[in-house]
Nanobody, 113 residues
């Protein structure tokens, strides 16, 4: 059974950094892309960063501040120069080679002084 588990969220002051990690396990029948989304209170879930064919793409709001990377069984999101508007629940996402979407349960990031 395919599973995604996020970790690394928490409370950080504006200008600070956090690193999120997503451990993926199980059978995905190949991975087409993997990445991170976020959902702020009262807003729709939005793309933050994605790796597709090894190439990263970022939302304009996080370009230059966030970096996505992957290792064998993880996909990480390094978040620097955090702003209050980055406060959200962050979700890991994998799209398999057969077109199925998988989501983690999310990890809360709060940016506040």
């Amino acid at each position: 059974q395919a599973q995604l588990v996020e970790s690394g969220g928490g409370l950080v002051q504006p200008g600070g950094s956090l690193r999120l990690s997503c451990a993926h396990s199980g059978t995905f029948f190949g991975i087409k892309s993997m990445g991170w989304y976020r959902q702020a209170p009262g807003k729709q879930r939005e793309l933050v960063a994605v790796l597709s064919s090894g190439l990263p793409n970022y939302a304009d709001a996080v370009k230059g501040r966030f970096t996505i990377s992957s290792a064998k069984n993880t996909v990480d999101l390094q978040m620097d120069s955090l702003k209050p508007e980055d406060t959200a629940v962050y979700y890991c996402m994998v799209i398999s080679a057969v077109g199925m979407n998988y989501w983690g349960k999310g990890t809360l990031v709060t940016v506040s002084s």
